[in-house]
């Protein structure tokens, strides 16, 4: 596939995040974009809540670090469920013999 049929398939879409409107352009399905954007905006909203006097950069910043932080935490966890899992099945191999 050449460049530019991957260009016709990106999608166009128009989200609202912390009451400003952004045309994010991608791949994902619109469902997906407006899911993603509507937690984006959540998290901006929690952390505007605690924090008021935040200019909108700094919001920003603080919303990407929580996000990574929880997306970090959330990826050690799956991999620890992964090698659980991975040792279970080692065990259980084992055991059939």
């Keep these: 596939m ?3 049929q991957s260009d016709q398939d990106k999608k166009r879409i128009t ?3 912390n009451k400003r409107s952004y045309t994010i352009v ?3 399905e619109p469902h997906h974009i407006r ?3 509507s937690l984006v905006d959540q998290k901006m909203r929690e952390i505007h809540e605690a ?3 935040l200019d ?3 919001l920003a910043v603080l919303t990407a670090v929580n996000t990574m932080n929880e997306y970090i935490k959330l990826k050690e966890e799956c ?3 992964m090698d659980y899992i991975e040792k279970k099945e080692e065990k259980d191999d084992h ?3």
Excluded: R
């Design 26 to 28: 991608g791949h994902e």
């Design 51 to 53: 924090n008021p006097s």
């Design 35 to 37: 899911m993603v954007s």
């Design 15 to 17: 989200v609202e995040i």
């Design 2 to 4: 050449d460049v530019a």
């Design 56 to 58: 909108t950069a700094k």
């Design 95 to 97: 055991n059939d013999d």
């Design 79 to 81: 991999t620890e469920l």
